[in-house]
């Protein structure tokens, strides 16, 4: 997942040079047209803000990883292209991109690194594994950190002034899932494997929890790691109890590969799971053993109404500029880093101590939809977006709040 814009749009520039050096060295060919004008350069005097990102852009979710720093990149660029000021300042913004592989340990790493950078802001980490360890070192060093994807209830629980996330966090997710699975989907005896990371255990617990108070039978709850590719043993075991719903708290990377063992063994359930497997990628991981309308999935986020236009369009625009379909979190970065600059536009300053309690007070239109954060951080009125896949592609089920 260290696949660079710039490295790609140099690539790009450099081909298109050799190509008119070549046209021009052609008798018969006209004289090249002059270049266009570099964008003007930012004044001399210009405000240096630095955004720090993390996501893990190595490892099996590199693509989950990468999608969200090609959010965090456009937003920068956008927000340079506008000459916003701060104070009577034109900011020009930089990102500062770190790469966690979704490891707790390389995650407080890192964050200390962008710490010691003294970056003004934070916008990650993906995982709610690495978010959560992070938030402590971030917080301790007063700087304010927006989660674009982390839905762990304890990362906005923990009593720290800096955390905030613009998603709906596992409480809604797994309960939202756990009640359609038994009042949409009929599920009566209900399986559930986790990964045991802080994401897929936190969703999987909240998921039973609904399902239980909606009147299903749990019967069973095996565990696996995010590492893992054979489930055998497991899936063996939980076939034995029959169940009609299969709820996996994990990420798609391994999702993917345990989908193809449900097919093998002739497991015949409706399998479901949270925003780490509600992906674009998760037909390639699992091949034809997506199935028709198998999968459910939920991600933390959505819009419906007039936003959905707004949403269209950035994707649109995202995968022109990158040469990819957005995978699922990039919006929800991209307006996470709106939000701290129009933090900073507020209190007139970019030093994180003054526009701290800004952030707190935003009330922005993004192109995930309005964000408003609540006394912990996390975002008022969440919505969460159901779907399946049909024909291989992910499919919209509804939008619920």
């Given at each position: ?65 990468k ?85 762990n ?6 009593g ?36 045991r990371?802080?994401?897929?255990q936190?969703?999987a ?9 909606a ?15 054979d ?47 509600c ?38 625009k ?79 089920i509804?939008?619920?709040?």
């Open positions: 997942m260290q696949l660079k814009w710039t490295a790609v749009a140099l690539a790009a520039l450099t081909l298109v040079a050799c190509g008119k050096k070549e046209e021009a060295a052609a008798p018969a060919a006209p004289a090249p047209t002059a270049a266009a004008p570099a964008p003007a350069a930012p004044p001399a005097d210009a405000l240096i803000v630095k955004i720090g990102h993390v996501g893990p852009t190595s490892g099996a979710i590199a693509h989950l990883g999608d969200n720093e090609f959010g965090a990149k456009m937003a920068i660029e956008d927000l340079n292209a506008k000459g916003l000021k701060i104070g009577d300042k034109v900011a020009k913004f930089e990102l500062l991109a770190e790469d966690d592989a979704g490891d707790p340990k390389q995650g407080t790493a890192v964050a200390q690194k962008l710490v010691d950078s003294k970056v003004n802001g934070i916008v990650g980490h993906l995982n709610s594994g690495t978010t959560i360890p992070a938030s402590k070192l971030y917080s301790d060093a007063g700087i304010p950190q927006v989660s674009p994807s982390a839905t209830p304890k990362y906005t629980r923990q720290f002034k800096t955390t905030f996330r613009v998603v709906a966090d596992d409480t809604q997710l797994g309960g939202t899932l756990g009640k359609y699975a038994v009042e949409t989907l009929k599920g009566k005896n209900i399986a559930v494997i986790d990964d990371t802080a994401y897929g936190g969703v617990e909240e998921f039973e929890k609904a399902a239980k108070a009147g299903a039978t749990i019967v069973g709850h095996e565990f696996t790691t995010d590492k893992s590719t489930f055998n043993a497991i899936l063996t075991k939980l076939k034995a109890t029959k169940p009609d719903v299969l709820f996996f708290g994990g990420m798609d990377a391994v999702g993917g590969p345990m989908l193809k063992q449900v097919k093998q063994l002739g497991l015949n359930v409706k399998f479901m799971g949270g925003d780490g497997l992906t674009s990628e998760l037909p390639k991981l699992a091949g034809d053993a997506i199935g028709e309308e198998m999968v459910v999935c939920a991600e933390a986020g959505g819009v419906d109404g007039d936003f959905k236009q707004p949403l269209e369009d950035f994707k649109a995202f995968k022109t500029k990158n040469g990819v379909d957005v995978q699922i979190y990039a919006p929800y970065v991209y307006d996470a880093v709106n939000v701290l600059a129009e933090a900073m536009v507020k209190a007139g300053s970019a030093d994180p101590e003054k526009y701290l309690p800004e952030v707190g007070k935003v009330q922005y239109k993004g192109v995930t939809g309005p964000i408003a954060f609540d006394e912990k951080g996390d975002i008022k009125n969440g919505a969460l977006t159901l779907f399946t896949y049909k024909g291989g592609v992910r499919t919209q509804a939008v619920v709040r």
